[in-house]
C-alpha cells in the first residue's frame, strides 16, 4: 500500500503542490499569479512524466531475480492449481 502511494500518487501530485507553494510565497511578496489553465496543464503532464519514471525505476529494481533459464507457467493438475516457477540455472563449474 505504501508503496502504490509512493510511486503513484506522490510523483502525479508533486508539481502541484510545488506550484502552490510557489503561488503562496508569490502572493506574499505581491504576486497576482493565479492558477490557470496552461500552468495545470504544465504540473499534470510533469507529474504524469514522473510517475512514468518511478513506474519504470521500480520495475527495473523490483521483482524476481532473473537469473533462471526457463520459466513455467501456472497449471491445473489433479484439482489444484500448481504456482508458476523459474527454473534455475545449471552451475557451469
Known amino acids: 500500500m505504501i508503496r502504490g502511494?509512493?510511486?503513484?500518487v506522490i510523483p502525479l501530485i508533486l508539481p502541484f503542490v510545488v506550484y502552490a507553494v510557489y503561488l503562496?510565497?508569490?502572493k506574499r511578496a505581491g504576486g497576482d499569479k493565479t492558477w490557470r489553465?496552461?500552468?495545470i496543464a504544465v504540473s499534470t503532464?510533469?507529474?504524469?512524466m514522473l510517475?512514468?519514471?518511478s513506474l519504470i525505476?521500480?520495475?527495473?529494481?523490483?521483482g524476481e531475480t532473473r537469473d533462471g533459464t526457463e520459466y513455467i507457467p501456472?497449471?491445473?493438475e489433479d484439482g489444484r492449481i500448481i504456482d508458476s516457477q523459474v527454473v534455475p540455472a545449471k552451475d557451469k563449474n
Open 24 to 26: 503562496y510565497f508569490n
Open 74 to 76: 501456472p497449471k491445473f
Open 37 to 39: 489553465g496552461k500552468s
Open 5 to 8: 502511494l509512493l510511486f503513484h
Open 45 to 48: 503532464v510533469i507529474g504524469l
Open 57 to 62: 525505476v521500480l520495475g527495473s529494481v523490483s
Open 51 to 53: 510517475m512514468a519514471i
